[in-house]
């Protein structure tokens, strides 16, 4: 069964205060691992995939790394509009009626305080 | 960028009656998107894939007679909760599976914005 663990569970930062979100996976074969954003009462909003260890991908203060056992999601001197929930999920190389489902993290809950 | 919309964004019913949820992909045909349900401060939870022009699957747990879901058309799913009850309250959301889409990546899921179901 593929499995998702996010840490930490909640992270709070001083502006420009940079730090790391951890997502740890199993899964039978990673065709993708995926990075959304989700504000409270909003769907989530796609930021990255990453297909295999040593990618990376930046966007504006957001840089996702891969290995082959976790993400990492660092935050460069993060801004107040940052805050929000991060969530990771990762898909499997799996076939059938189901191909291409994620299986989602519970999400880091980040705040950043002015 | 690949826009899914979804309807109602808020509904408040009932217990007993039937509610139905629209899945659009607005600027691309999807022909899998994926139905979600998520508790308060709790992930989201999978219930079921939908593809178009065939039956839905659904995931261990979730009954079929209970959550409806139709993918009649490449732009459309909808979600039917029928004889909705409180314990069907939620916030359900649904996304469209893109499979390339330029420089943002093969087989990505976009999400829609969430519709938050009350039953009283």
């Known amino acids: 069964e593929d499995q998702v663990t996010q840490s930490p569970e909640a992270l709070r930062l001083q502006e420009g205060e940079s730090s790391s979100l951890n997502c740890s996976y199993t899964v039978s074969g990673l065709r993708g691992l995926f990075w959304y954003r989700q504000d409270p009462g909003k769907g989530p909003e796609f930021l990255f995939t990453?297909?295999?260890a040593g990618e990376e991908k930046e966007k504006e203060r957001l840089k996702a790394t891969l290995t082959k056992k976790e993400s990492f999601l660092h935050i460069t001197a993060p801004k107040p509009e940052d805050s929000a929930t991060y969530l990771c999920?990762?898909?499997?190389?799996?076939?059938?009626?189901?191909?291409?489902?994620?299986?989602f993290g519970q999400g880091t809950i980040l705040t950043v305080h002015p | 960028g690949a826009v899914v919309s979804q309807h109602p964004s808020r509904v408040i019913c009932k217990s007993g009656t039937s509610v139905k949820i629209e899945c659009r992909s607005l600027?691309?045909?999807?022909?899998?998107m994926f139905w979600y349900r998520q508790f308060p401060k709790q992930s989201l939870m999978l219930m079921a894939t939908?593809?178009?022009?065939?039956?839905?699957?659904?995931e261990q747990g979730v009954e079929k007679d209970k959550f409806l879901i139709n993918h009649a058309s490449l732009t459309l799913s909808t979600l039917t909760v029928t004889s909705a009850h409180p314990e069907d309250s939620s916030f359900y959301i649904c996304?469209?599976?893109?499979?390339?889409?330029?420089?943002?990546?093969?087989?990505?899921?976009?999400f829609g914005p969430g519709t938050r179901l009350t039953v009283l």
């Open positions: 939908s593809n178009e022009g065939s039956k839905a699957t659904y």
């Open positions: 990453l297909y295999s």
């Open positions: 999920a990762v898909q499997a190389n799996a076939g059938g009626t189901s191909y291409g489902k994620l299986t």
């Open positions: 996304s469209a599976r893109v499979l390339y889409l330029g420089s943002e990546g093969a087989d990505t899921q976009y």
């Open positions: 600027d691309f045909q999807a022909t899998t």
